[in-house]
């Protein structure tokens, strides 16, 4: 059950933080071009779907374990119970309507609409914050780990959801300016980077007691270091891009697959954090 909780949030994390990070960096790349808009919508829609059917598996997941038996997951009185008397059911009550809102939003004529859009997708992505360590503790010292945790999501999910949309305008550029783009992404990328390192050191050493939980090579330590290693590998990677921005229509070819590798970097940090969920932190002394 474990594996299939830590896969269940991997993936309820990465659509949400890539929903969250396409549509706002939409307008910062693409402007008033339009040229994506019904690849972007069309990839919106099933993001939105897969959270949804995700986001409804990670309940039950969670409420099979609360009983300690699979077949509790669909019985109602239990879900019941889960929902409506424990934080973790409360929490996602709201994030499921909000998830289902956004669905319907994507099915009507209302699509277009930017605010309601990107309001939707970030209280689902705020949502998020309060599920697992982010509800450790009690008191304004809970609230503000949780607004600690928006930050930090919000700055993965606008980076992660950012390089798929960058990924899209390097298949296609369609005539746009790639190199205007991709010195736009990187001038926003640099403070996201500073608001993601600063967030997960303040995560680290709340949850921990210290600036860097040990034994280093076990544990939540050793997952800890496996995502610290990814996120550093792309931070490589970025800088590598940016100093491609020079004549980069003639490398396109080669900065595609630059960025590519960089978002899957991104997608194996999402899945370290997803196990990282379902271990309890390292507690110094």
Avoid at 246 to 252: A, G, P, V
């Amino acid at each position: 059950m474990t594996s299939a909780m830590v896969l269940c949030r991997f993936l309820h994390f990465t659509v949400v933080l890539m929903l969250f990070g396409a549509w706002m960096f939409r307008p910062l790349l693409l402007g008033r071009e339009a040229v994506l808009e019904p690849s972007l919508a069309r990839i919106a829609r099933w993001l939105a779907v897969v959270a949804l059917v995700s986001g409804v598996g990670w309940l039950l997941l969670i409420t099979a374990s609360m009983a300690g038996n699979a077949s509790a997951a669909f019985d109602p009185s239990t879900l019941g119970l889960v929902l409506g008397k424990t934080f973790f059911g409360q929490v996602w009550s709201w994030h499921l309507l909000i998830n289902g809102l956004l669905v319907a939003l994507l099915l009507t004529p209302w699509r277009s609409n930017f605010p309601l859009r990107i309001g939707l997708a970030g209280l689902l992505l705020a949502t998020l914050a309060p599920v697992g360590h982010g509800a450790m503790l009690d008191g304004l010292s809970g609230q503000l780990l949780i607004l600690n945790q928006i930050i930090h999501l919000i700055c993965v999910g606008a980076w992660l959801g950012g390089l798929m949309l960058l990924v899209m305008i390097l298949r296609a550029p369609a005539g746009l300016a790639v190199g205007d783009v991709l010195r736009r992404f990187s001038g926003v990328g640099y403070v996201l980077v500073a608001g993601l390192v600063l967030t997960g050191l303040i995560n680290v050493r709340v949850l921990t007691g210290a600036f860097w939980p040990t034994p280093l090579l076990s544990g939540f330590a050793l997952i800890l270091l496996i995502k610290v290693s990814l996120v550093g590998v792309m931070l490589g990677l970025a800088l590598f891009n940016r100093l491609q921005v020079k004549n980069c229509e003639q490398r396109l070819s080669m900065l595609h697959a630059s960025v590519i590798i960089e978002w899957f970097l991104g997608m194996g940090a999402v899945a370290a954090v997803s196990l990282l969920g379902t271990m309890p932190p390292m507690i110094a002394g």
